[in-house]
């Protein structure tokens, strides 16, 4: 891996970038780009929409203007056509979702050092039943939808699927995949199988798409219990890093006895190098997860295709797509 040559000017920009994220957190959770997408205002006019501070307003809007994340004429701010895309609830692309998830990270991030000390986890998982905070599973289950909208359309039209016919979205959040491998695949019908916090958010998701007669879900842990119904493809999407191990063969075995023989597996992770020091995402997602779950981690290629083959899957291989974030998909068959 390329080192890179640090200067004492990087070194601070970095300790101090979370003050760009904390201004950018704080306008969407505000939910300011709404406004400002449809009209201009004054700092003090916005506050007034916003039952804010006037001062404690300006203050931020002129930060997100530096940002440039909003466009500043005098005493009046706007929002660029970039936010009003991307951060005003009332757009298609809205990703505010994801962005609010990270906040919701931040607390724990802020706590690395004891985490690293004990070995373990020192928040709760915002993906699971037990979690009563539904603003937080809310932002990590649609921040999952905002995420997969942005990549899943690159995923799904470098896959062939022809001769599939019932597909497994194991873990599958919201249903973003399923979507859009029913919407690339006609003949192709799916079932979303996750806890039963996620049901209404993938109900939502598929209802929105218009696919309720060819996608179900499914309620249930993949840890502890069975799966219902029998399938011709697996699709694992950044599932395997929330386990150790262990948890990982559990759930690869679970997927593979609820395929037909000859059954494709179709797993997303982000991928470690084999040297394991690179690249940068998912070593930062390893620490994400050893403050949010017992033992789960970010693991290299390798780790990846040793867990499939021990669990009977075949074949395996890299599918050759160009994802951000060290992301990457592995193919594999089951025997049949």
């Known amino acids: 891996m390329e080192q890179k040559q640090w200067n004492p000017a990087d070194l601070l920009q970095l300790s101090g970038g979370y003050w760009n994220a ?51 004429t005098g005493a009046i701010f ?42 373990g986890p020192i928040r709760e998982r915002v993906s ?3 979690d009563d905070d539904e603003a937080a599973r809310e932002s990590f289950l649609m921040g999952m939808f905002n995420l997969a909208m942005q990549i899943a359309p690159r995923i799904v039209s470098q896959i062939d699927l022809t001769g599939r016919r019932r597909l497994l979205d194991l873990g599958g959040g919201p249903g973003t995949y399923a979507v859009h491998f029913c919407q690339k695949n006609p003949r192709l019908t799916a079932s979303v199988y996750d806890l039963p916090s996620t049901q209404r958010f ?23 219990e069975g799966i219902t119904g029998r399938f011709d493809v697996a699709w694992l999407s950044h599932i395997l890093h929330g386990e150790g191990p262990e948890g990982c063969a559990v759930i690869l075995a679970k997927a593979v006895a609820a395929l037909e023989p000859g059954g494709g597996v179709l797993v ?27 033992s789960g981690q970010a693991y290299s290629q390798g780790e990846l295709f040793a867990m499939l083959a021990a669990a009977g899957i075949g074949d395996l291989r890299r599918v050759p ?5 060290g992301a990457g998909v592995i193919a594999g068959t089951v025997p049949g």
């Open 321 to 325: 797509l160009e994802l951000p974030n």
């Open 78 to 119: 706007a929002a660029t056509p970039f936010a009003a895309e991307y951060l005003a609830r009332s757009s298609s692309k809205y990703i505010g979702h994801i962005i609010l998830h990270h906040h919701h990270l931040m607390a724990g991030w802020a706590h690395l050092d004891e985490a690293v000390k004990k070995g």
């Open 268 to 294: 997303q992770e982000f991928i470690l190098d084999d040297t394991r020091d690179g690249p940068l995402f998912p070593a930062l997602f390893s620490l994400n997860m050893l403050l949010g779950t017992p």
């Open 128 to 130: 699971h039943d037990d």
């Open 202 to 224: 993938a109900e939502q998701t598929i209802a929105r798409f218009g696919l309720g007669d060819r996608i179900s879900f499914q309620a249930g842990d993949f840890l502890t």
């Open 22 to 72: 904390c201004a950018l957190h704080a306008g969407v959770k505000l939910d300011l780009f709404t406004p400002l997408a449809e009209r201009a205002y004054t700092a003090r006019e916005l506050a007034g929409v916003l039952a804010a501070d006037p001062r404690g307003l300006a203050m931020l809007l002129t930060a997100l203007a530096a940002l440039n994340l909003l466009e500043k």
